[in-house]
């Protein structure tokens, strides 16, 4: 374990007793700990966006699981499995230098109330048809 800032070639790498994180160029901040803010603030200005769509999901092939993580057995969570989301919609996958895989849950589940919207919709116009 380090202590204080540690450069590792374009990597910056800091750890303490309770936390600890890295930085590179290209995959931002990684941390190994919780993370508790009041807010997640996502930038959505249409001036940063561009080839923008409605979100018609029209299927769902996602597979929610309830887990622990091997680094904190006692916790149990809720979430999915990167590896098996992947090969449907990689654009919600990223993997770091290292293999390791991460998902863009916010993206996930945006994507989720989007087709759920379109079920109850369907279902809707079933009753009403």
Known sequence: MCMGFQAI????????????FTHNN??????????????FVLSSD?????NIS???IL???????????KSNPNEMRYGVIA???????PELVNTDESGIK???YIDLLVREV?????KVKELENRLNG
């Open 9 to 20: 070639t374009s990597q910056i790498r800091y750890c303490n007793s309770s936390l600890c």
């Open 26 to 39: 290209s995959a931002g901040f990684r941390f190994n700990c919780d993370i508790t803010a009041s807010n």
């Open 46 to 50: 249409i001036n940063l966006k561009e």
């Open 54 to 56: 409605n979100a018609s």
């Open 59 to 69: 299927d769902s092939e996602i597979d929610y699981k309830i887990f622990n993580f």
């Open 83 to 89: 590896q098996e989301i992947e090969p449907h919609y």
């Open 102 to 104: 991460s998902v863009k």
């Open 114 to 118: 989007a087709y759920l919207k379109n």
